[in-house]
């Protein structure tokens, strides 16, 4: 059974997402075992779990690439449900994945607008890519969001693995993401690079936008995250403020030796 403690959480107002009794089977294998899980503007949640724990298939139906079998997802307090990731995009929820979804024989401006680009109609029959304009808001929202890269008309190719995130970040901020979920975002990056992403994550909770981080790596998430939610075999296990656990007790819920298991209200 999962406890409850009253936190501060209350003062949060509505959730932006509400998931509840969310459950998704394949075949004979209960990947995602009757969830709730919420998320309120302006909050950092850190998502976690050993492999097959059911993080990454909580995420993808929150992402729209899988329906639920049970359960219901509200975003805004409005019942949704996303048959693909573009309707989960047309409701503003973006995702980050590891390979950050980039073109990378592409510059920063041409992928911050991949698939949405602006056209600029020069026949009745004809439109061309008003790339000017792009790269006047590429340019716009890097500086809102003090992210520097080297030159917008170098490909992404040439950029450092941080630089890359970056731009990622930035693609979803520009269409104004009403949930961000990062997978994994300071794998294979090094410390200096790790130390930019979680000073982008600030930038953004300042600016009033939700997070997801799901991560292997306590360190990100007791660096950014406001609250944890452990996943295992399916099953939420945990729900706690950062301030109410440990890196020990998050790793004991993981793995299931602690059987004592924990929801912040």
Not at 32 to 56: Q, R, T, W, Y
Request: charged share 25%.
């Amino acid at each position: 059974m999962i406890r409850t403690q009253q936190t501060l959480q209350t003062n949060l107002g509505n959730p932006i997402l509400e998931c509840t009794g969310i459950t998704k089977r394949f075949g004979g294998l209960t990947a995602v075992n009757n969830v709730d899980f919420k998320i309120h503007n302006g909050e950092v949640v850190g998502l976690v779990g050993d492999n097959g724990a059911g993080k990454s298939t909580l995420v993808q139906i929150i992402s729209g690439v899988y329906l639920p079998d049970e359960g219901q997802i509200c975003v805004d307090g409005e019942k949704v449900a996303f048959s693909s990731p573009m309707d989960a995009r047309n409701a503003g929820i973006e995702t980050i994945y590891q390979d950050l979804a980039l073109a990378t024989n592409l510059n920063a401006a041409d992928n911050i607008f991949l698939g949405r680009e602006i056209l600029n109609k020069k026949t009745k029959m004809f439109s061309v890519l008003d790339r000017k304009t792009m790269k006047e808001e590429a340019r716009t929202i890097l500086k809102e969001l003090e992210i520097t890269i080297p030159g917008l008309d170098r490909p992404i190719r040439e950029l450092s693995g941080g630089q890359r995130q970056a731009v990622a970040i930035s693609r979803s901020i520009y269409w104004n993401a009403k949930l961000l979920i990062m997978d994994e975002p300071t794998a294979a990056l090094g410390v200096p690079e790790q130390r930019k992403v979680y000073e982008l994550v600030g930038k953004l909770k300042e600016r009033n936008v939700p997070i997801i981080v799901i991560s292997h790596n306590m360190n990100d998430v007791f660096t950014v995250a406001d609250r944890i939610v452990v996943l295992r075999r399916g099953k939420k296990v945990a729900d706690v403020n950062v301030s109410d656990t440990n890196d020990e007790q998050i790793v004991s819920w993981m793995v299931g030796k602690d059987d004592d298991s924990k929801e912040s209200e």
